[in-house]
């Protein structure tokens, strides 16, 4: 939004440095209040933070910017550690769940006496696949360990299609 002139005089007779002389104080006032409304609104959203750290003092504008970024460093290192925990977490939870899939299938596959060749080579598959499972689950939770155990290759693994 450009400001408007004060002058009487037509903008035709102004030069374009002149007409930036006078807009420059109107343009840099609403810099201003764009900054001191940003940092007002910083002061109402971290309010709570600020009154533990400096209870009855009026804080100036450099102090509500320097306990923001400390806040907002504090607030990334805690989602930093709980994204670790939760990924380790995660992990677990994958093979103790990838562990009790392959036991139900195979128990399963074992209810039933009349055995095809492809229950054989599925009951055979899950076996390997257990065993496999049971040693990642008791190791620690090194990515290569389970690459390892499951790989990717189709060529080990045994598809009945």
Known sequence: MAPSTVFMEPDNLLT??????LRKPVVEKMRRDRINSSIEQLKLLLEKEFQRHQPN????????LE????????????????????HKSSQFDFREGYSRCLQEAFHFLSLHKVRTETQTKLL???????SAAMEVAFSPGNPS????AFPKDAGTLWRPW
Request: proline fraction near 2%.
């Open 57 to 64: 003092s009026k804080l100036e504008k450099a102090d509500i």
């Open 16 to 21: 374009p440095k002149e007409k930036n002389k």
């Open 145 to 148: 360990t389970l690459k390892q």
């Open 67 to 86: 306990m923001t970024v400390s806040y907002l460093k504090q607030q990334s290192q805690l989602q930093m550690k709980t994204a670790g925990s939760f």
């Open 124 to 130: 055979s598959h899950f076996q390997k696949s257990q």
